[in-house]
């Protein structure tokens, strides 16, 4: 349903939301190996983030990439999948095809229609907060 840059974006992010929380900038490499992605992938993505205010890029000795706190929360999955995605995710046939309406639809429109629905109301109802909150817990995880 994302694209690769997505979830690896997700999960950057939500890392970053954990380390900020603690009060801890982390590095590239740092976030590559946690979400077991590619680092120069993990660049890309990062910039993406970083372009749509998403996540914040310090420069030094002490940088890094973090979150400000009080931001955690108000940061909603959608922001990132359209920072990465735009809205793609809410487009197209779910089989694929070239034209799919209402008036013409494929044989899943009706029900992708829906999906679609429940899918953008998870993504604007969930905060990158939420999403740290298993990982904290040992509950979720990043890498597999």
Do not use: W
């Not at 999960?11 to 982390?26: E, H, N, W």
């Not at 809410?90 to 992708?112: R, S, T």
């Amino acid at each position: 349903m994302f694209s690769k840059a997505c979830e690896y974006g997700i999960r950057a992010s939500t890392y970053i939301a954990l380390s900020s929380l603690d009060g801890t900038r982390v590095s590239l490499k740092e976030i590559a190996e946690k979400i077991d992605s590619p680092v120069a992938f993990t660049a890309k993505v990062l910039q993406q983030l970083t372009k749509n205010s998403i996540i914040n890029s310090v420069k030094g000795a002490s940088g890094g990439f973090e979150i400000e706190k009080e931001n955690i929360s108000k940061i909603k999955l959608d922001q990132i999948v359209y920072a990465i995605d735009g809205n793609n995710v809410y487009a197209g046939c779910g089989l694929g095809l070239k034209q799919c309406n209402a008036i013409e639809p494929c044989p899943v429109h009706y029900k992708f229609v829906q999906i679609r629905s429940d899918l953008k109301n998870m993504l604007e109802n969930t905060s990158l907060y939420d999403m740290t909150i298993g990982l904290e817990e040992g509950l979720t995880y990043l890498r597999r």
